[in-house]
């Protein structure tokens, strides 16, 4: 991060399922402590929405961890159901936080995945053909419903596709505080990426690269502040070690993306050089607009 001039990172503290969020957060310290090169904070990852981790969400607002990630996908692992993200919403309304959101509908994705596999579609491309950007849509759209009921802000981390973008852009025109972010990966890269038999699994991340004619709608919604900056989702995996392990099944390739070293200066060229975006615009994604949200 320091490398590609980013002064300040946001990881993501991890509450193992069963345990507490203090827990998750101690161990984050512990490994930040001494290690780290530039200023850090954490969003926190709620993996169980219960009495006792609504509870702590107070705390930690006041300590300055004033977000909480949660995941309409990966059922069994950090999925969330309707209830859990209304009462999270619920309690971020009165506490001052802010429900951040992995929004794919994560069940319906488990059936088209299994449907895939099983007619022998197995090379990572499919990762990117059974998340259907519609699942994206649906899910950014339910969460916006659930966060209007509530009264509460809503953040949309990682955003691929233009169905979400078009349902949150209705919903700032609404008057909903609702946000959200892109990634450099979903700017410059496309489903072609994973089209190159097993190398196309360095391109796994969900949600997936999608066909080139969203970068536009993207991009579009970066000028328009329909989206408000550009993070990344750093999330590298060894392509030897790790990623090997989804060979014969694209659902068992570990997702995520490097990009914290090089989302300024992709930013940088690919907006302001290529004509998409001012040197203001520019500052705005990349510092000001993340500074002020979190």
Same mark, same amino acid.
């Given at each position: 991060?320091?490398?590609?001039?980013?002064?300040?990172?946001?990881?993501?503290?991890?509450?193992?399922?069963?345990?507490?969020?203090?827990?998750?957060?101690?161990?984050?310290?512990?490994?930040?402590?001494?290690?780290?090169?530039?200023?850090?904070?954490?969003?926190?990852?709620?993996?169980?929405?219960?009495?006792?981790?609504?509870?702590?969400?107070?705390?930690?607002?006041?300590?300055?961890?004033?977000?909480?990630?949660?995941?309409?996908?990966?059922?069994?692992?950090?999925?969330?159901?309707?209830?859990?993200?209304?009462?999270?919403?619920?309690?971020?309304?009165?506490?001052?936080?802010?429900?951040l959101i992995h929004a794919e509908n994560g069940i319906a994705i488990d059936v088209v995945a299994e449907q895939a596999v099983a007619a022998g579609n197995t090379d990572p491309y499919y990762h990117g053909v059974v998340r259907y950007p519609v699942f994206e849509g649906e899910a950014t759209n339910r969460v916006i419903r659930l966060a209007e009921a509530a009264g509460a802000p809503v953040y949309f981390v990682h955003?691929?596709?233009? /169905?979400?973008? +078009?349902? *949150?852009?209705? %919903?700032?025109? @609404?008057?909903?505080?609702?946000?959200?972010? #892109?990634?450099?990966?979903?700017?410059?890269?496309?489903?072609?990426?994973?089209?190159?038999?097993?190398?196309?699994?360095?391109?796994?991340?969900?949600?997936?690269?999608?066909?080139? /004619?969203?970068? +536009?709608? *993207?991009?579009? %919604?970066?000028? @328009?502040?329909?989206?408000?900056?550009?993070? #990344?989702?750093?999330?590298?995996?060894?392509?030897?070690?790790?990623?090997?392990?989804?060979?014969?099944?694209?659902?068992?390739?570990?997702?995520?993306?490097?990009?914290?070293?090089?989302?300024?200066?992709?930013?940088?060229?690919?907006?302001?050089?290529?004509?998409?975006?001012?040197?203001?615009?520019?500052?705005?994604?990349?510092?000001?607009?993340?500074?002020?949200?979190?």
């Amino acid at each position: 991060a320091a490398f590609g001039g980013t002064t300040t990172i946001i990881d993501f503290a991890v509450q193992t399922r069963g345990r507490s969020l203090r827990e998750g957060l101690d161990a984050w310290h512990a490994k930040a402590e001494g290690n780290c090169a530039i200023d850090y904070g954490f969003h926190m990852i709620m993996s169980d929405v219960n009495e006792a981790t609504l509870d702590e969400m107070d705390g930690l607002v006041e300590e300055g961890v004033t977000d909480f990630k949660l995941f309409t996908a990966y059922p069994g692992v950090f999925y969330s159901d309707d209830g859990a993200i209304f009462r999270a919403l619920q309690r971020s309304e009165r506490n001052g936080g802010t429900i951040l959101i992995h929004a794919e509908n994560g069940i319906a994705i488990d059936v088209v995945a299994e449907q895939a596999v099983a007619a022998g579609n197995t090379d990572p491309y499919y990762h990117g053909v059974v998340r259907y950007p519609v699942f994206e849509g649906e899910a950014t759209n339910r969460v916006i419903r659930l966060a209007e009921a509530a009264g509460a802000p809503v953040y949309f981390v990682h955003m691929s596709a233009r /169905d979400a973008v +078009e349902t *949150l852009q209705a %919903a700032r025109d @609404r008057g909903v505080p609702a946000f959200g972010e #892109t990634c450099p990966q979903y700017l410059f890269l496309s489903l072609d990426d994973l089209g190159n038999g097993f190398e196309g699994a360095k391109f796994v991340c969900s949600p997936p690269l999608r066909p080139a /004619d969203h970068q +536009e709608d *993207l991009w579009r %919604a970066l000028v @328009r502040d329909d989206i408000q900056l550009v993070a #990344t989702d750093h999330c590298p995996f060894d392509f030897h070690d790790q990623k090997q392990l989804g060979q014969g099944d694209f659902r068992k390739i570990p997702n995520g993306l490097p990009g914290v070293e090089d989302r300024v200066d992709l930013l940088h060229d690919g907006g302001v050089v290529a004509g998409r975006i001012s040197k203001e615009r520019w500052v705005e994604v990349c510092s000001a607009a993340p500074a002020r949200m979190f």
